[in-house]
């Protein structure tokens, strides 16, 4: 963005440490952090709170990353999916009629909206992380494929890396490698406000 323009406004709800946001402020956005659990090390303005009721007036873009335990394959293993919340469709109806862009794991595709699949590998990070994301009004844009080869990356979220290897190869390296985990890597989010913007 040049000098003396204004930035658009984006609200990170469910925000978690800031992987999503940094991207986004990258791409040329003021960030705007709601969560509901303290947030010490979120790199931008932020707001402990719900993000199902906080105030979505004054923002250009709303991004929502609501829990993924519903779907995530960890918590399927576990065998524990359905005592965790799915807020797929809830977060949708709350965000209708504003642009918006709602981030979930691959296993939550049958409850978004022909969302677009990001990929670690198709930004050169070292990270085999995918996560889908619906964004209204749909994004039309051609990304390449993910180009994973046996032993190219890291698969297990930072189970066997140290802290600072993982967090750097996530491109979070404000956060904790706990954090890290739940985190998307802000190549994503960066690409996906470039193209918003448009």
């Known amino acids: 963005m040049g000098t003396g323009m204004v930035r658009p406004r984006l609200l990170d709800l469910f925000c978690g440490a800031g992987g999503a946001?940094?991207?986004?402020?990258?791409?040329?956005?003021?960030?705007?952090?709601?969560?509901?659990?303290?947030?010490?090390?979120?790199?931008?303005?932020f707001h402990q709170g719900d993000a199902m009721t906080f105030d979505l007036a004054?923002?250009?873009?709303?991004?929502?990353s609501p829990p993924c335990q519903h779907y995530s394959r960890a918590t399927a293993w576990r065998g524990d999916r359905a005592i965790h919340p799915d807020l797929i469709a809830a977060v949708r109806d709350r965000l209708a009629g504003r642009r918006y862009?709602?981030?979930?794991?691959?296993?939550?595709?049958?409850?978004?909206?022909?969302?677009?699949?990001?990929?670690?590998?198709?930004?050169?990070?070292?990270?085999?992380?995918?996560?889908?994301?619906?964004?209204?009004?749909?994004?039309?844009?051609?990304?390449?494929?993910?180009?994973?080869r046996r032993g190219d990356g890291v698969r297990d979220h930072g189970g066997t890396q140290t802290e600072s290897a993982y967090r750097a190869m996530m491109g979070c390296d404000w956060m904790t490698v706990h954090e890290a985990r739940q985190a998307i890597p802000p190549a994503f989010t960066e690409w996906i406000g470039e193209h918003v913007c448009r």
């Open 21 to 45: 946001a940094m991207g986004y402020h990258r791409a040329g956005f003021d960030i705007i952090g709601v969560d509901i659990a303290p947030q010490p090390r979120y790199p931008f303005e």
């Open 58 to 64: 004054g923002y250009d873009l709303v991004h929502a």
């Open 101 to 148: 862009v709602i981030e979930n794991v691959e296993d939550a595709a049958s409850e978004l909206r022909d969302p677009i699949r990001l990929c670690g590998s198709q930004f050169g990070l070292r990270v085999r992380s995918h996560r889908l994301f619906e964004i209204s009004p749909p994004l039309f844009s051609l990304m390449p494929p993910c180009h994973h």
